[in-house]
């Protein structure tokens, strides 16, 4: 079992920044991909981003390249997702999830285990 918990969110201003970070316990973190989903009102879960277990290969949604980046240590059992030039459609409920084999996946069916959420909110 993976335990994950999210933190991080909040409210900030259009073009802000803001540091998700995901906490894990349990089975071996650094034999996981990680990803980051988020989901807005009405709206499916989307993907953001992932990582595999070095962090040396990474993955992006379209909407979020060039501003978010992700990375994680492993010493600490923690991922991180970087957000900048936040935009008020970056307004979602974020999730961080684990991934049993260590490859990019993009689908939400892909990933395992999943935190509890933090809320992003972006005023215009």
């Known amino acids: 079992q993976v335990q994950l918990v999210d933190s991080g969110g909040g409210l900030v201003q259009a073009g802000g920044s803001l540091r998700l970070s995901c906490a894990a316990s349990?089975?071996?973190?650094?034999?996981?991909?990680m990803g980051w989903f988020r989901q807005a009102p009405g709206k499916e879960r989307e993907f953001v981003a992932a990582?595999?277990?070095?962090?040396?290969?990474?993955a992006y949604a379209d909407s979020v390249k060039g501003r978010f980046t992700i990375s994680r240590d492993n010493a600490k059992n923690t991922a991180y997702l970087q957000m900048n030039s936040l935009k008020p459609e970056d307004t979602a409920v974020y999730y961080c999830?684990?991934?049993?084999?260590?490859?990019?996946?993009?689908?939400?069916?892909?990933?395992?285990?999943w935190g509890q959420g933090t809320q992003v909110t972006v005023s215009s």
């Open positions: 999830a684990a991934r049993l084999w260590d490859t990019l996946a993009r689908t939400p069916a892909s990933y395992a285990y």
């Open positions: 349990g089975r071996s973190f650094s034999s996981y991909t």
């Open positions: 990582a595999t277990s070095s962090g040396a290969n990474t």
